[in-house]
């Protein structure tokens, strides 16, 4: 009989204390980091079901490379010497006094996840460097 009791004790302590931090954890989402990389909402903002992938965590193939590949050999890798409002010497991004429209870190905000999507030893550097697009405004 006291055997039966104190087992029920234990069981009856195990089962408040898996209560406890069930109810801990359900209570404060915010402090689960999801991924692994990224948080997610504080409270009282919904957590989010699924979370942002860092880039390049997923590999292309089939027809999604090739039609990234394309990307890089077509408009999307070449903008720059195709249309030089992105790049050229009167950009207002870049300290002259032409265009001072957002087509130059748009392009970039494309350029460098291709590149490192696809894992571009050639691209990479180059949408490195054509960062200081950004970089003008920010020190001027």
Known sequence: MKNRDSMRKIGLTILSLFVMVVM??????????????????RH???TKPYMELPIG????SGWME????RMVTGMTGEMDTIYEQVMGPRNG???GDGDVWERGPYWIDGLLPLAYILDDKELIPFGC??????????RN
């Open 129 to 138: 460097t054509t960062l200081r697009i950004t970089e003008f405004p920010v």
């Open 66 to 69: 090739e039609q990234l590949n």
């Open 57 to 60: 965590s997923i590999k292309p």
């Open 93 to 95: 991004w870049l300290g």
């Open 24 to 41: 801990a954890t359900a209570s404060n989402p915010s402090e689960r980091n999801l991924s692994g990389n990224y948080l997610n909402n």
């Open 44 to 46: 009282p903002l919904v």
